[in-house]
């Protein structure tokens, strides 16, 4: 799904993944734990640090 965004990742750390894209304002990057289950909470952080719209997102799962 990070593609459709235009993130690439950047490093993996044990269970984490980071996943970075270049803007026009800037650099953009989030860390993504790899886990079967998020919380709801933890997922709108991530996207949060993304700068993902958390409605925009759910039309893709």
Do not use: Q, W
């Amino acid at each position: 799904m990070c593609n459709k965004y235009g993130f690439k990742i950047s490093g993996i750390k044990g269970s984490h993944v980071r996943l970075s894209k270049e803007t026009s304002t800037g650099k953009i990057g989030t860390v993504v734990p790899l886990h079967n289950h998020l919380k709801i909470g933890t997922l709108k952080g991530i996207l949060k640090l993304a700068k993902v719209d958390f409605n925009e997102f759910v039309k893709y799962l």
